[in-house]
Every structure is written in C-alpha cells, then in structure tokens.
C-alpha cells in the first residue's frame, strides 16, 4: 500500500502474497509503484469501480498481463523511424450478453502516430469480431477530443457504436452514485427483513 497526500486516500496494489491468496491468475508488482504512475493507476481502480458498480464483469491490469489473448503489436512511423510495440489495453469489461469492451485509460497525450497505431489494432480486433467496441477514459475533454480525432481517422466513431468516450471525473460519479444507490437499496431491504 503506498501512502499518497493527505485526503487523497492510499494505492493498494497486488504483492505476491496477495495475487497467491486472492487465488487469481494476475502479474504481482514486484515493487511499489513509482508516484509517476499513480494517477494511472488510480484511473484504472475507477475504470473498475465503474464497471463492477454497474454489473459489469472485467478482466483487470494485472490480469491482462499474463494473458496474451489481448496482446496486440503497434507499428507506426515516429521521428522518421518504424517503431513496433506490444500494446495490451488497460482493462476488458464483460457486458451482461458476454461482450468484451477493451478500456484504454488516456490520461495524457501520445503522439498522434502512436494514438493511431493504438486505435488501428482496436479497429483490427473489432473486424476480427473478437471485441465489439472500444471505451477510451479520458483525462480531459482536450483528451477526449483528440481520441475521437483519431478514432475517425481510422474508422471508429461513438456514432457507430465503435467508440465511447468517457472522462475520469463522468466515471468516479458515476461509481459512486451507483454504489449509494446500491448500498441505500440494501439498507432499506435489510430494514425490512426482506433480505
């Protein structure tokens, strides 16, 4: 667990011992996660909150890192050099009727070739029907913006159902309001005897 600033709460992350106990297939971190990557990380922890809030099954990070049905290879052109990547994407949510959304938490810029290489292996996994879509989580509506840019650059769009964008701060709302909805449904039932 790593301590953050005051009122910001702490990151909890996966150590050996906990992936063994959970009884999981999931990477463990082998250290504590450098302060760089905690704004990520905790993007993700939403993105999981959101969905599990929801109903929503999910495959998460550390989950994905020991799959290779999400392992996808990224090549674009960067400085004038063919640059080639292992890409997975952040999280996969499962919707009630089996589908599988990949998420990909975006909170700051790539370069645009990178960005589209990203998008272009989405479009190739929804072709090849293995995903129906894909959910970008944005930082900020700048962010945002440039996702679906690129997105229509490549032949994804919200208005065909191949993309949907989502901010960081839409999705911590949400998660929470359907949490309180939740737990003031299960108080009332569990005032009623109804449980």
């Known amino acids: 667990m790593c301590s953050r600033t005051r009122g910001e709460g702490s990151l909890v992350y996966a150590s050996r011992m906990g992936v063994r106990d959970a009884g999981v297939e999931a990477a463990a971190v082998d250290r504590r996660p450098a302060p760089v990557t905690w704004p990520h990380c ?26 290779t049905d999400w392992r996808g290879e990224l090549r674009f052109r960067e400085r004038g050099e063919l640059r080639r990547r292992g890409h997975r994407p952040d999280l996969v949510g499962r919707l ?36 129906a879509a894909v959910i970008y989580v944005c930082g900020d509506e700048e962010i945002a913006e440039r996702v679906l840019a690129d997105g229509a650059g490549v032949g994804l769009s919200v208005d065909r159902g191949t993309m949907r964008i989502e901010l960081v701060g839409t999705i911590q709302r949400e998660a929470v309001e359907a949490c309180s909805t939740l737990a003031s449904t299960d108080w009332h039932l569990a005032g009623s005897g109804a449980a």
């Open 96 to 131: 009630p009727d089996g589908q599988l959304l990949p998420i990909e938490v975006e909170l700051s810029e790539k370069s645009s070739a990178r960005l589209k290489a990203v998008l272009e292996l989405h479009g190739e996994w929804i072709a090849a029907g293995k995903s």
């Open 42 to 67: 905790e993007a993700c922890a939403w993105a999981a909150a959101w969905l599990t809030a929801r109903g929503r099954g999910m495959v998460g990070p550390r989950e994905l890192l020991v799959r």
